[in-house]
């Protein structure tokens, strides 16, 4: 009973680590536009929104704008869609309607709490020309999408190799982590190898399915209070599983190991979560 309140103590302190680290800081929401083929003349590229507010995005900057391009913008105002950056927004957007170059390409970011959730992609060139995505729905909190402006297809990279990635960058470290810890208790990983896997693959495709994906859509802070209950079910299911299954030495050091190497791996994660988050941006 008294090992299981110090391990109850010792998750409860990184939950209020967490809270006072990560209280006031976390990443917004973000989308990165990557247009293929821009126009050869000035334009203007925005997102449309079906939930137009009051906040003027635009400031005074409005007044250094070309007011035609400005004006095509508002073209689809009719079909209940109307520009977030030009148009206003319910609470702040930040951006800009002209992009940075990137090779061929022409690079335009959006962040803040004013990024719509459903979007579409609007680019009016100087020559009038409209060009407007389909919509989209975001899958993640900061991603990366291509536009082509000459063909108007909008793609983005393949939500499930992020989860992929994030599976093995915290499958692999748990393996090394907690097969060392394994050793360290004195059982034979010959005898135990195969229970040991597959204890750790089952909780690893539930720790992906539950902070894997609060990680990649709601960002590193979202996820570090929800590592907390996650980790807790965890630890005592492994504790359970070691204390039926693992060959070898006493009920209470089987039940011990699940209970230290759940706690070692969860050390690692919880320090290690941002720089994971930041590895996962270059897939989303």
């Not at 302190?13 to 209280?23: I, T």
């Not at 003349?41 to 079906?50: G, H, I, R």
């Not at 590592?227 to 030495?249: D, H, N, T």
């Amino acid at each position: 009973m008294k090992t299981w309140k110090r391990v109850l103590l010792m998750a409860f302190a990184l939950l209020c680590c967490s809270a006072v680290a990560f209280g006031d800081m976390g990443p917004k929401d973000r989308l990165t536009i990557r247009l293929t083929n821009p126009p050869d003349e000035p334009y203007y590229l925005d997102l449309l929104t079906q939930s137009p507010g009051d906040y003027d995005n635009l400031g005074e900057k409005r007044y250094t704008l070309d007011p035609d391009i400005l004006s095509c913008l508002f073209q689809y105002e009719g079909e209940d869609w109307f520009p977030a950056l030009a148009g206003g927004t319910r609470i702040p957007l930040f951006g800009k309607l002209t992009g940075e170059p990137n090779g061929d390409a022409m690079i335009h970011t959006f962040s803040y709490f004013g990024l719509p959730s459903t979007y579409r992609i609007i680019v009016a060139a100087q020559n009038g020309q409209v060009i407007v995505s389909e919509p989209r729905t975001r899958q993640v909190l900061q991603g990366t999408v291509t536009f082509d402006y000459a063909t108007g297809e909008l793609t983005s990279p393949p939500l499930w190799i992020a989860y992929l990635v994030q599976f093995l960058s915290t499958y692999i470290p748990t393996l090394a982590v907690e097969g060392v810890i394994l050793l360290l208790f004195g059982f034979s990983l010959k005898e135990n190898g195969k229970v040991f896997f597959l204890v750790n693959l089952a909780t690893q495709l539930l720790l992906t399915a539950t902070l894997g994906a609060t990680l990649l859509k709601q960002g590193p802070l979202a996820a570090y209070f929800t590592q907390f209950p996650v980790e807790i079910a965890i630890l005592a299911a492994e504790a359970l599983l070691y204390r039926r299954f693992l060959k070898g030495r006493s009920p209470a050091r089987r039940t011990a190991y699940g209970a230290a190497a759940n706690l070692a791996s969860w050390g690692l994660g919880f320090f290690l979560l941002s720089q994971q988050y930041g590895f996962l941006l270059h897939f989303l």
